[in-house]
């Protein structure tokens, strides 16, 4: 039972628009969640997170949006940049240390 | 390097032979971490360490994986009797969680796993 999705596999976009990546969960106890990326052959690394008490959090070019009713949240990233391709994770946490992980999203920015 | 260093980086191994992985965490970090990603999935959470006792190994596939710590710091991951299934990147990280939010982890860049 995936308690954290990330439907879409793969996107592909232009650079300079805006590249956003969807999660979906199940767990209405989740309350903390966070966003890592990931290159070719090396480990995931933290990118933004956001706790339940609120709904946007922002940090330069990237900002991430939850909506709890919906169970839902989403990572824009304006304006993507070449660099930002990579393989992107959500991953949500109950309070504890223990994260749960969406199987990822492969952005590609197109130049 | 400041950073979590694994060994090592890539492991070819035969069906049945025992493997060992070793996680290098990022020094005065209390917590680590092990997990597994196997192709197309996502980070399968395996092993939570606190200093050196381990309060939740309930990600472990199977009795044939086991995981220590010692001196908080060094930790290392056992397979014995290896299966094509256990073929895998494998993933440690480390945290300091002084506070709920500055609960980051930082990722290694995984040990190749593959079984013959």
């Known amino acids: 039972d995936q308690q954290v999705k990330q439907n879409s596999p793969s996107l592909s976009v232009q650079e300079g628009r805006i590249s956003i990546l969807n999660c979906d969960y199940t767990?209405?106890?989740?309350?903390?969640f966070l966003w890592y990326k990931k290159y070719p052959a090396e480990g995931p690394t933290f990118l933004i997170s956001i706790s339940s008490i609120k709904d946007k959090n922002e940090d330069g070019r990237f900002t991430v949006f939850l909506n709890k009713s919906a169970k839902h949240l989403s990572l824009h990233i304006v304006p993507s940049q070449p660099g930002d391709s990579a393989v992107y994770f959500c991953a949500a946490s109950t309070g504890t240390y223990k994260y749960i992980f969406g199987t990822g999203t492969r952005l590609k920015v197109l130049a | 390097g400041a950073g979590v260093s694994q060994s090592p980086s890539n492991k070819v191994t035969e069906k049945g032979k025992d493997v060992e992985l070793r996680c290098d965490p990022i020094?005065?970090?209390?917590?680590l971490y092990w997990y597994r990603q196997s192709l197309g999935q996502g980070l399968e959470f395996l092993i939570y360490f606190q200093g050196n006792s381990a309060p939740d190994k309930s990600g472990l596939p199977s009795d044939r994986f086991s995981a220590e710590r010692t001196g908080g710091s060094v930790s290392t991951l056992t397979i014995q009797r290896t299966q094509q299934e256990d073929s895998a990147v494998y993933l440690c990280?480390?945290?300091?969680?002084?506070?709920?939010?500055?609960?980051?982890?930082?990722f290694g860049p995984g040990t190749r796993l593959l079984v013959l």
């Open positions: 990280a480390s945290s300091s969680p002084t506070n709920r939010l500055s609960e980051t982890q930082y």
């Open positions: 020094s005065g970090h209390t917590a």
């Open positions: 767990n209405s106890m989740f309350d903390y």
